[in-house]
C-alpha cells in the first residue's frame, strides 16, 4: 500500500515509495540514472552495493537493504523504512532547534559524519539524509550516487565540459576533510536563517574533531559549499 510520496527531497526526481508489508514497514527508492548513461546501469548499481558495503562496515547505522534490482533506466533498492527524516520531522520549527531540542539527534549526526570521516569516506552529510528512528535513535540513509572514487571518474567521464569543473569542485566538498563543512553550507541553502546557529554548531563540530579551522574560515568556507551547491541546482546538472 503507498503510504507517502518522499519525492520532493530530492532535487533531481528520485522516486520513494512507503509501503506495508505485513507487520514491516519499507521504503522503495528508485535512483533515476539522469546523468550517468543507461549502458552503466550495471556498473552503477554495482558501485551503490560496494559504498553501501563501506558505510557498514564503518559501523555507519544504515537500514537493512532487502532487495535491489534494474528496472528498465531506474535502479531500485527496497530497504527498512526507520522513521522520517529530519526535515520532515522538525517542520515548523525555527532553526534554533538543532542546537536546542533537538540537540541530541543533531550529536548523533555529527557522530554519524565523523565516522564516515574516520573511514576515509566521501560522504553527502545534508540533513535529509539523516533520519528518526524509534526511541530517538539516528540512521542514515543515503547511498546514492556511491561517492566512490571510481564512480567521480566515470561522472566526469560522461560529463560535458561546460560541466565538469562544478562537477569535479561538488565531489570534492564531499571529502572526509570537507564534511563538517559541507554539513554547515547545506543548511544555509536550505534556510539562511540557520546564520543563526553556526556559532553553536562550529563549536560542536570543533568538538566532536570534525573540523580544525578559524570560525571565520568555517563560515567562508559553508558559504562557498553552498553557492557551489545552489550552482549546480541552477544548472540542473545531477551527480547520477
Do not use: W
Amino acid at each position: 500500500m503507498l503510504k507517502d510520496n518522499l519525492g520532493k527531497y530530492s532535487v533531481f526526481g528520485g522516486k520513494f515509495k512507503i509501503i506495508d508489508k505485513g507487520s514491516e514497514k519499507l521504503i522503495i527508492k528508485e535512483v533515476v540514472l539522469t546523468a550517468v548513461a543507461g549502458s552503466f546501469k550495471d556498473i552503477v548499481q554495482s558501485f551503490i552495493l560496494e559504498y553501501i558495503k563501506s558505510m557498514k562496515e564503518a559501523e555507519i547505522p544504515l537500514p537493512n537493504l532487502k532487495d535491489y534490482f534494474i528496472k528498465g533506466k531506474k535502479l531500485v533498492f527496497i530497504c527498512e523504512y526507520k522513521g522520517s527524516n529530519i526535515i520532515q520531522s522538525t517542520k515548523g520549527l525555527e532553526p534554533s532547534h538543532l542546537v536546542t531540542v533537538n540537540l541530541d539527534k543533531t550529536k548523533q549526526m555529527l557522530d554519524i559524519i565523523r565516522l564516515a570521516q574516520k573511514a576515509g569516506i566521501f560522504f553527502d552529510p545534508h540533513i535529509k539524509n539523516f533520519v528518526i528512528g524509534e526511541n530517538g535513535k539516528v540512521y542514515y540513509v543515503d547511498f546514492s550516487p556511491p561517492y566512490l572514487r571510481k564512480y567521480m571518474e566515470l561522472r566526469l567521464k560522461l560529463a560535458d565540459e561546460s560541466e565538469k569543473e562544478i562537477i569535479k569542485k561538488n565531489f570534492d566538498y564531499f571529502s572526509p576533510k570537507e564534511i563538517g563543512y559541507h554539513f554547515a553550507g547545506d543548511l544555509l541553502k536550505i534556510d539562511k536563517r540557520y546564520i543563526q546557529i553556526m556559532p553553536q554548531l562550529y563549536e560542536l563540530l570543533k568538538e566532536k574533531n570534525i573540523i580544525m579551522s578559524t570560525y571565520s574560515d568555517f563560515l567562508k568556507k559553508a558559504n562557498l559549499i553552498k553557492d557551489i551547491e545552489l550552482t549546480r541546482d541552477k544548472r540542473k546538472i545531477s551527480l547520477i
